[in-house]
């Protein structure tokens, strides 16, 4: 089973930060993984496929980039609706999630 | 637009049984593979389930093997997944998961809004 780990668990910001989430695989899943926004009692959206592409509607204020075993989702610039859990998932090989990142304000 | 309306959660005894739900709308369902997802009480995502387009390959997480099974009617555009012998860590929102691409088995997802399931004496 591929494992995927988040890093930080929880981030500290202010609105106009610009802030980046790193996902770590502990093996290669090629550019097979998306990135979800979930906020409390709502399900998870998807921000990111393929690595690198934005889903649909999604504001450009959020990319993804990486390949391989090493990930990261940037927001460039923090708005109050930003803060939420993110999680990557991979889909390489059947599906695991990370542990999430939780998104604070500061 | 692409809806999933997952029904059927609910309050359970352990060792009991419980039958979810997803309608799909939006898209041609029988062209996806579907999913099952789960999200225990302030924990991350676990993928539970997943169905071929035409119901001939079903996979399943190792917990769920022997206890949980997943099934479709693409005529009724609807998933299923039949829990049994229930046990207090299966308590979690399900969620109904529809992969981007139709030749995706597993994927970047498109989610329903979930269903509780609580599994308490």
């Known amino acids: 089973d591929i494992q995927m780990t988040q890093s930080p668990s929880t981030l500290s910001a202010s609105v106009g930060d610009r802030v980046t989430i790193t996902c770590r695989a502990s093996?290669?899943?090629?550019?097979?993984l998306a990135w979800y926004q979930q906020k409390p009692g709502k399900a998870p959206k998807l921000l990111i496929y393929k690595a690198s592409s934005l889903e649909s509607g999604v504001p450009s204020r959020f990319s993804g980039s990486g390949s391989g075993t090493e990930f990261t989702l940037t927001i460039s610039s923090l708005q109050p609706d930003d803060f939420a859990t993110y999680y990557c998932?991979?889909?390489?090989?059947?599906?695991?999630f990370g542990q999430g990142t939780k998104l604070e304000i500061k | 637009e692409v809806q999933l309306v997952e029904s059927g959660g609910g309050l359970v005894q352990p060792g009991g049984s419980l039958r979810l739900s997803c309608a799909a709308s939006?898209?041609?369902?029988?062209?996806?593979?579907m999913n099952w997802v789960r999200q225990a009480p302030g924990k991350g995502l676990e993928w539970v389930a997943n169905?071929?387009?035409?119901?001939?390959?079903?996979y399943y997480m190792d917990s769920a093997k022997g206890r949980f099974i997943i099934s479709r009617d693409n005529s009724k555009n609807s998933l299923y997944l039949q829990l049994n012998s229930l046990r207090l860590e299966d308590t979690a929102v399900y969620y109904c998961?529809?992969?981007?691409?139709?030749?995706?088995?597993?994927?970047?997802?498109?989610w329903g809004q979930g269903t509780l399931v609580t599994v308490s004496s």
């Open positions: 939006g898209f041609t369902f029988s062209n996806y593979w």
């Open positions: 093996q290669s899943v090629n550019i097979w």
């Open positions: 998961a529809r992969p981007l691409s139709p030749t995706g088995a597993t994927g970047a997802y498109t």
């Open positions: 998932q991979q889909y390489s090989s059947y599906c695991s």
């Open positions: 169905i071929k387009q035409d119901g001939g390959e079903k």
